[in-house]
């Protein structure tokens, strides 16, 4: 897992975009893309003119920070979304969505995609009745999600099945909190992706 820096919140300033990097905090008024909505340094609250390159970095960072993963490991989701025979963008985003760490936190067992990682590698879920630690593993349409029957009063998870009616489950995903499992109905749709990022800027910025 690449080192992601505890001062997150200044990513969702950079980028212009409440990334819910923070969990809980992201809905009070704590959260500092509220307080302060321009990007952090001396110069934030200057008005500059960006290039179409460096709109298509961007979009790249945007979406790279949102899912909490590293430059190299992104390169391989497109390298892999490029060989794949539908709209390169549209694979990109079907990929990063159905990492296992995307998926526990969409479905409520975490407060953030950050703490999500946390717990799958701390062994407290299960995929289709086997131990699943690898947070980069992608779910496939009818996998079974399960938090272990000794993670199930966890405060952290505990905690995030309590807030979860603050956040929609996506449509592709079937959570039942009670029985602390999940269920993967389909592979997610392009509009299932909440993160407001133009994909064809990323796949032209790889593309130049």
Known sequence: MSCIPNSVCKFCRRENVKLFLKGERCFTDKCSFERRPY???????????FSEFALQLREKQKAKRYYGIGERQFQNYFAEADRRRGVTGTELLGLLETRLDN?????????????????????????????????????????????????????????????????????????????????????????NVTLPVEENMIVEYYSR
């Open 39 to 49: 990007p952090p340094g001396q110069h934030g609250q200057s008005r500059l003119k």
């Open 103 to 191: 998926v526990i936190y969409s479905l409520g067992f975490a407060t953030s995609r950050r703490e999500a990682r946390q717990l799958v590698k701390h062994n407290h879920f299960t995929l289709n009745g086997h131990k699943a630690n690898i947070p980069s593993l992608n779910v496939e349409k009818g996998d079974v999600i399960e938090v272990r029957e000794k993670s199930r009063t966890l405060a952290k998870i505990m905690a995030s099945v309590e807030s979860v009616k603050k956040r929609e489950i996506p449509g592709w995903l079937e959570a039942d909190h009670g029985a602390f499992k999940g269920v993967v109905k389909d592979v997610p749709a392009r509009e």
